[in-house]
């Protein structure tokens, strides 16, 4: 049977209809808070901390195709025509592979100094992604690249040399990142004060002085030991390893905004 529905008789008080509820007043589920209304507005939670690298990761494309790769293509391959040229078929004298090695590194530090130069570091006008990110992203795929470079030159070096030969990576590693270090740090510097190639030149300048001018220490206090493993070298690289931070710490300095 249908259900009696009560209806009022005259006189009698009734209860006033009330509205429907909408979304908003709807009870949450059960577990769940229900949402603020204050909180869910735009505008009105925490601001969100965004970081300056997002804004930079579509750069990377644009800057691959801005950098100057042609001083990296040809100290490549003059480093590959070196290294097979010298005692070609036959074993590689240890000696011989750590002059290479030097030589490969010192070039690749030069080389990348010119992905440095860029039409847009003297523009003081607001950007998106600020100066120092541009530069920073600069020298990682430059630097990156050379360090790749100088990783499968050493392969290939390791691969010809004698069986029982003391050829420690990690050493000449320090080296070439020294060398590394000190031509972008120059090119870095010098970008603030000059456009275009020179200013990479004026870095190669730098980083070759400063080479030669370690080469030719006196042998008490040698830099560059000609043996590995032997006379000097285990303080020659305690050198080296203290000082690797420094180049990087007055890149990071030149790399600020030109306004600062």
């Not at 030097?102 to 998106?128: E, N």
């Not at 795929?141 to 990690?170: E, K």
């Not at 070759?208 to 030719?216: A, C, K, Q, R, Y």
Request: charged share 15%; net charge positive.
């Amino acid at each position: 049977p249908l259900p009696v529905t009560h209806l009022p008789s005259p006189g009698e008080p009734t209860m006033p209809l009330q509205p429907p509820l909408s979304l908003d007043d709807a009870a949450p589920p059960t577990g769940r808070a229900a949402p603020s209304r204050t909180t869910d507005r735009p505008g009105s939670g925490p601001p969100v901390r965004r970081t300056r690298w997002r804004p930079a990761i579509p750069l990377v494309r644009p800057l691959l195709k801005a950098i100057d790769w042609t001083p990296l293509v040809i100290v490549t391959a003059f480093a590959a025509a070196l290294l097979t040229a010298v005692q070609a078929g036959e074993t590689l004298p240890p000696g011989d592979a750590l002059l290479l090695m030097r030589i490969t590194g010192t070039l690749l530090g030069s080389a990348a100094t010119f992905a440095l130069v860029d039409a847009m570091s003297a523009d003081l006008g607001a950007a998106t992604v600020p100066r120092w990110v541009r530069q920073a992203l600069r020298c990682l795929l430059a630097g990156g690249t050379a360090v790749v470079i100088w990783l499968a030159a050493f392969a290939y070096a390791l691969s010809r040399l004698p069986a029982d030969a003391l050829f420690p990576i990690g050493d000449l590693l320090i080296e070439m990142g020294v060398c590394l270090g000190i031509g972008l740090a120059a090119a870095a510097a010098a970008v603030r004060h000059a456009q275009g190639r020179q200013a990479a030149m004026a870095a190669v300048v730098v980083q070759l002085g400063l080479v030669l001018g370690t080469i030719l220490l006196p042998e008490q206090i040698r830099l560059w030991p000609p043996t590995c493993g032997f006379g000097h070298w285990d303080e020659a690289h305690a050198f080296w390893l203290a000082m690797l931070p420094v180049p990087y710490a007055c890149l990071l300095l030149a790399n600020r905004d030109l306004r600062r």
